[in-house]
C-alpha cells in the first residue's frame, strides 16, 4: 500500500489521506460552487457546507475514513447483526467485509460492508481463512489456472 493509505496495528485500512486531499476536496469544492450535495447531489441550503444533512457528511466521509464507514453501516443497518438476526449495542458489533479484502473486496465500499455481532465475526472470519488455506493448498475451491 502506499505511504497516502493508513493502516492501523490490525491491518484495517484506517484513512485514505492522498484521497481525501485530492479527489475528496476537489469535489466538496465543486458541491460548493454549484451548490449541490456532494453525496447525493440536493440543492445546498447554503454555500457554507458541501453537505445538505448529517447523514449526506457521513456518507461522503465514510468513502476516505473507516470510523465514519463504521458509523454509517451500523446505522443503516439499525445496530442488527446482518449474519443472525440480532439487535445489539454498537460496542458489542463489528463493521465486516462482506469479500474480505485479501480476496478482493474493497476496503471502504458500502455495498461490501455489512453489521456483524463479534461471534458471527468470529465464525465468518474463520470459515474464510480455512477456505483460503485451502485453496492455498490446492483443495476442493483451488483454481487450478492459480498458481498460487
Same mark, same amino acid.
Given at each position: 500500500?502506499?505511504?497516502?493509505?493508513?493502516v492501523?496495528?490490525n491491518?484495517r485500512i484506517?484513512a485514505?489521506?492522498?484521497?481525501?486531499f485530492g479527489d475528496? #476536496?476537489?469535489r466538496?469544492?465543486?458541491a $460548493?460552487?454549484?451548490?449541490? @450535495?456532494?453525496e !447525493?447531489?440536493?440543492a445546498?441550503?447554503?454555500h457554507?457546507?458541501?453537505y445538505?444533512s448529517?447523514?449526506?457528511?457521513?456518507?461522503?466521509?465514510g468513502?476516505y475514513?473507516w470510523d465514519? #464507514?463504521r458509523?454509517y453501516v451500523?446505522? $443503516?443497518?439499525?445496530?442488527t @447483526?446482518?449474519? !443472525?438476526?440480532s439487535r445489539?449495542?454498537?460496542?458489542?458489533?463489528?463493521?465486516?467485509?462482506?469479500?474480505?479484502i485479501?480476496?478482493?473486496?474493497a476496503a471502504l465500499?458500502?455495498?461490501n460492508?455489512?453489521t456483524v455481532?463479534r461471534?458471527?465475526h468470529?465464525?465468518?472470519t474463520a470459515?474464510?481463512?480455512?477456505a483460503?488455506?485451502?485453496r492455498?493448498r490446492?483443495?476442493?475451491?483451488?483454481?487450478p489456472?492459480?498458481?498460487?
Amino acid at each position: 500500500m502506499g505511504a497516502s493509505v493508513e493502516v492501523g496495528p490490525n491491518g484495517r485500512i484506517l484513512a485514505l489521506s492522498a484521497a481525501w486531499f485530492g479527489d475528496g #476536496a476537489r469535489r466538496r469544492a465543486e458541491a $460548493r460552487r454549484t451548490a449541490r @450535495c456532494v453525496e !447525493c447531489d440536493r440543492a445546498l441550503p447554503s454555500h457554507r457546507t458541501p453537505y445538505c444533512s448529517r447523514k449526506c457528511q457521513w456518507r461522503f466521509h465514510g468513502h476516505y475514513f473507516w470510523d465514519s #464507514a463504521r458509523s454509517y453501516v451500523m446505522l $443503516r443497518d439499525r445496530y442488527t @447483526c446482518r449474519l !443472525c438476526g440480532s439487535r445489539r449495542r454498537a460496542r458489542e458489533l463489528d463493521v465486516d467485509h462482506i469479500v474480505e479484502i485479501a480476496d478482493g473486496g474493497a476496503a471502504l465500499e458500502y455495498s461490501n460492508l455489512q453489521t456483524v455481532c463479534r461471534g458471527c465475526h468470529r465464525a465468518k472470519t474463520a470459515a474464510a481463512r480455512s477456505a483460503r488455506a485451502a485453496r492455498g493448498r490446492g483443495g476442493p475451491d483451488a483454481d487450478p489456472m492459480d498458481p498460487f
